[in-house]
């Protein structure tokens, strides 16, 4: 059984930053995709970000990209997202999750999930 904590998100105006982790037990990171995926009030659970167990493959929604980072931490067995640029828009639950069995980018594909951790920007 793996376990997902993120942490990091708060309240923060347009143009900042944020860091969200999302640390795991059970199950090493290096062994296994994760992916962030973010949720706004009366809308669909929507992908952000996602990385290979090796870190080689890190591929963004359009909506992110260059503004977001994902990496991982193997020591800490911790994959991070860093936010640059923030906008309202980014204002969302933000959710961590791993174990891939289909598409990165569909939140169906995933088997275990964090609790969320809010993110709020304003403007």
């Known amino acids: 059984q793996v376990q997902l904590v993120e942490s990091g998100g708060g309240s923060v105006q347009a143009g900042g930053s944020l860091r969200l982790s999302c640390a795991a037990s059970g199950r090493l990171f290096r062994n296994m995709s994760a992916g962030w995926f973010r949720q706004a009030p009366g809308k669909e659970r929507e992908f952000v970000a996602a990385?290979?167990?090796?870190?080689?493959?890190?591929p963004y929604a359009d909506s992110v990209k260059g503004r977001f980072t994902i990496s991982t931490d193997n020591a800490k067995n911790t994959v991070y997202l860093q936010m640059n640029s923030l906008k309202p828009e980014d204002s969302a639950v933000y959710y961590c999750?791993?174990?891939?069995?289909?598409?990165?980018?569909?939140?169906?594909?995933?088997?275990?999930w964090g609790q969320g951790t809010q993110v709020t920007v304003s403007s």
């Open positions: 990385i290979s167990p090796s870190g080689a493959n890190t």
């Open positions: 999750a791993s174990e891939k069995r289909g598409h990165y980018s569909n939140y169906k594909s995933y088997t275990y």
